[in-house]
């Protein structure tokens, strides 16, 4: 994808090979990273550093606001980040908004991540994108929306444009909170400078860029764009609802395996290459 380099997993075995009416999917056992799902070619997580992508995209920004309730994905239909939105006790609505069947049904059945999660599907397709979707959504609906999409080309290139992110505000309530997939600083930093200051137009609260390592995404890293609406307050660099172990019978939930209130905070320091890159940030 990336001129002059490339990243390789050794496939043990094809699990499934199937083309959808958006992309093709497939599902690999590897050799050292457990399955695989891939989409359009495009590595989209695997079993072993899943638990990076999918608890920060989700624990930054419902770890930030006190108590969330109703909170939106927009792709996300392996179901992993369903799994760490489940995590919280306060949420009583989860709605996921994906636009390939395909993806949800593969991944239930090779990758097993839907198991414990309670949500709400809407499918979306190309009659009915996400766009359209969020429009129709009452003002103020969300606490938390979280865009877990792939990467900008193909189904998911409307969602890094302006009036994507112009009715994710308006679905969101004051102080309500956006988590964005925001690609690798050392591959696209235009695409997040352009991601940061649309962000910056859009929503009057706090824009901040976070990351996390991945070692299977392009150069092992992966970025999130936090924002807020205008409303009470979010300070994303200081969480105030961290995130319990136990639930209220004393049970011990499923281990987190890398989100915890330290990477939180250490999320947000960003190299110095790219404050200067991104001069918004
Ligand atoms: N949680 C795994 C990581 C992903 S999954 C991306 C999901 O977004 C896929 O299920 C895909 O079908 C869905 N998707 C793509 N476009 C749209 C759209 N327009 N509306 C709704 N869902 C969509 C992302 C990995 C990031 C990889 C970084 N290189």
Redesign the pocket.
């Known amino acids: 994808m990336y001129a002059g380099e490339a990243h390789s997993l050794e496939v043990e075995e094809i699990l499934y090979e199937g083309k959808s009416d958006?992309?093709e999917v497939l599902v690999f056992q590897s050799s050292s990273y457990g399955k695989v799902l891939v989409?359009d070619g495009?590595v989209?997580?695997t079993e072993k550093d899943?638990c990076a992508?999918?608890e920060m995209i989700a624990h930054l920004p419902l770890c930030s606001i006190p108590s969330p309730k109703a909170v939106l994905v927009?792709?996300?239909?392996?179901g992993?980040?369903l799994r760490e939105i489940s995590r919280h006790t306060s949420v009583e609505t989860i709605d996921i908004?994906?636009?390939?069947k395909m993806?949800i049904d593969v991944s239930a059945t090779y990758l097993h991540s839907m198991h414990n999660s309670r949500y709400r599907l809407i499918m979306?397709s190309l009659i009915q994108?996400?766009v359209e979707f969020l429009q129709r959504t009452p003002a103020g609906k969300y606490d938390a929306i979280i865009v877990?999409?792939?990467?900008p080309v193909g189904?998911?290139l409307?969602?890094v444009e302006k009036p994507f992110f112009e009715t994710i505000a308006r679905a969101l309530r004051p102080g309500g909170v956006l988590c964005n997939?925001a690609?690798s600083m050392w591959l696209h930093t235009h695409l997040i400078e352009d991601m940061i200051s649309i962000c910056r137009e859009t929503f009057k609260g706090s824009v901040h860029y976070a990351w996390a390592s991945v070692p299977t995404?392009?150069s092992g890293v992966?970025g999130f764009v936090l924002c807020s609406t205008e409303g009470p307050g979010v300070d994303f660099l200081n969480p105030v609802n961290p995130i319990e172990e136990v639930d209220g019978a004393g049970n011990h939930k499923r281990e987190l395996r890398f989100y915890n209130s330290e990477m939180h905070r250490a999320a947000f320091a960003l190299p110095n290459f790219l404050k200067r890159e991104v001069s918004l940030l």
């Open positions: 958006y992309q989409l495009i989209q997580l899943e992508y999918q927009v792709g996300g239909g392996d992993g980040v908004c994906e636009i390939d993806v979306t994108t996400a877990d999409s792939s990467d189904p998911a409307e969602l997939m690609e995404y392009p992966i």
